[in-house]
């Protein structure tokens, strides 16, 4: 297995220039360029794929099916779709037709915007450095990644084999801590995307500020789940806790706690067990080690401890800790208050809470006093229940009868909203964030002979009025006035009404006289 070593402070700098400079090459302008090296990044993750299981493994305690499914098949899917699009996606977009302007050939290029940084957090250390990476690949940028030092056997393999398949020229892996973060972050780049926690967050914000740099914050959040009692509770119940069992709750999709009715709180809890009893059918401290992954730090399992031993709520399933083994039993807590120290930071861990409300108004009041989730979850089969929380609520995503696997849908936009974050990730989406849209129009000259020679002075009221008769405007009627018929109706419909009619009265006449 690959040793983890950082990239020296003193030559981040360098390879800050060097990007820039192999940018300015024009190379990864090329879309032929950009589909050779997604193509290669693709075979890295193919050829490579049990090498990345064992080190998800080794860092996370990850099952490798499970690995397999959430992040190197998807994010292989990923690359695929931007080597297949890419052309398309890159080709310069003529807009819609207007009279004043047609003859300029308004367009938009679809252009890089330039050297890109790309931050990536611990929990699915891959697909969220690899997935953006090939975005910016896509778009023609040049990018420096940054795995987390969280993972040391999985960053120190992406550093392997970055810089042996890929072009050194204008693509670069940097591994380290703070120190090395905060070097990268103290130099100007063309747009900084950064996927993690809100605290963190703000650092990365200050500092894009200092460059005016454009941002991309992929954050998180307590995403909520909303039980409606007519629901299909067994599979809701599985879908729930697999969403805290999956990488052991460290998903910044996963359900964070569950308002339930009062009344139904205990039926809910009980679907849990017998799901929990599916899932481990041996107790899970005693199952050998791949059957669930585990958290990521001693200081991480030390806070969901402190967490969980602060709680006012009932462990009614789980709450076991096993600290050596960095491992906790999926945990579920039921009578919890929303000043419970619970409910006071987002968990990412197996400790689902579950809040008991008196109705679905007071479960979305307490979706909105808080900041908006990255993610709401909504279990129902009432169409108007449904609607009801998705329309008086604000979130990331809005995900009906299941948690989590939307990040994985085509051709759905992944981003949060306020301080789950901002901008968007994934296929097109991806491609857009590190692409910059140029306007561009070539105005022949004798365009002037026509109207356009009134914009020089000296001025001529008359061919300004002229000019403008173009592209004035014709707004509605006002608010609350009746418009005419005639106003109402277009001429040609109004004109066409006519025809018709005095076609029938003449065919009446005829028909009579005849």
Request: aromatic letters at 8%; one cysteine or more; hydrophobic letters at 45%.
């Amino acid at each position: 297995m690959s040793k983890l070593e950082y990239t020296p402070v003193e030559e981040i700098p360098k390879i800050h220039a060097d990007l820039y400079r192999g940018f300015r090459t024009g190379k990864t302008k090329s879309i032929e360029y950009r589909k050779d090296q997604l193509l290669r990044l693709a075979y890295l993750l193919q050829d490579n794929k049990k090498r990345f299981e064992d080190a998800l493994f080794a860092d996370l305690g990850r099952p490798h099916p499970e690995s397999v499914l959430l992040e190197l098949d998807p994010l292989i899917g990923d690359i695929k779709e931007a080597y297949g699009s890419v052309k398309k996606w890159s080709a310069t977009e003529k807009v819609r037709f207007s009279p004043k302007w047609f003859p300029m050939g308004p367009a938009i290029r679809k252009e890089p915007k330039g050297v890109a940084l790309i931050i990536a957090p611990f929990n699915y250390p891959v697909l969220l450095l690899l997935g953006p990476f090939a975005s910016a690949i896509a778009a023609g940028c040049a990018a420096v990644i940054k795995p987390s030092e969280l993972t040391p056997a999985t960053s120190a393999l992406m550093g392997e084999l970055v810089s042996k398949h890929l072009d050194q020229d204008v693509y670069r892996l940097v591994n380290g801590a703070i120190p090395e973060t905060t070097k990268l972050l103290e130099l100007p780049w063309n747009h900084i995307l950064y996927t993690g926690n809100g605290r963190v967050a703000k650092l990365v914000s200050h500092a894009a500020a200092e460059h005016l740099t454009p941002l991309t914050l992929e954050l998180g959040g307590k995403s909520a789940v909303i039980i409606d009692p007519k629901c299909d509770l067994p599979t809701a119940a599985k879908r729930i806790l697999w969403g805290k069992v999956a990488n052991a709750g460290q998903i910044c999709l996963a359900p964070d706690y569950v308002l339930v009715p009062r009344q139904f709180q205990d039926t809910f809890v009980a679907a849990l067990q017998r799901a929990f009893n599916e899932f481990f059918p041996v107790d899970p401290l005693k199952a050998p080690e791949g059957t669930m992954a585990h958290v990521i730090s001693d200081a991480h399992v030390q806070r969901l401890k402190r967490l969980l031993d602060a709680t006012r709520g009932t462990i009614a399933i789980g709450g076991q800790v096993d600290a050596a083994r960095r491992f906790i039993v999926p945990t579920v807590v039921k009578d919890v208050k929303t000043d419970d120290a619970l409910m006071s930071e987002e968990i990412f861990g197996p400790i689902l809470p579950v809040l008991p409300v008196d109705s679905v108004d007071e479960a979305i009041e307490i979706v909105n006093a808080r900041d908006h989730p990255l993610a709401l979850y909504v279990f129902t089969t009432d169409a108007k229940f449904k609607a009801k929380v998705f329309d008086n609520t604000q979130s990331g995503a809005a995900i009906a009868n299941e948690v989590v696997i939307h990040l994985g849908v085509d051709h759905l936009p992944f981003g949060g909203i306020g301080p789950s974050g901002s901008g968007y990730t994934t296929g097109k989406f991806g491609f857009d964030t590190f692409t910059h849209l140029r306007a561009t129009i070539d105005n022949p000259s004798w365009v002037d002979k026509l109207v356009m020679s009134a914009r020089y002075p000296p001025y001529d009221r008359g061919a300004i009025q002229k000019l403008n008769k173009m592209s004035k405007p014709t707004l509605p009627p006002r608010p609350g006035s009746r418009p005419s018929l005639l106003k109402r109706w277009p001429l040609w419909l109004i004109l066409a009404l006519v025809g018709l009619v005095t076609k029938v009265k003449w065919r009446s006449i005829v028909g009579s006289a005849a």
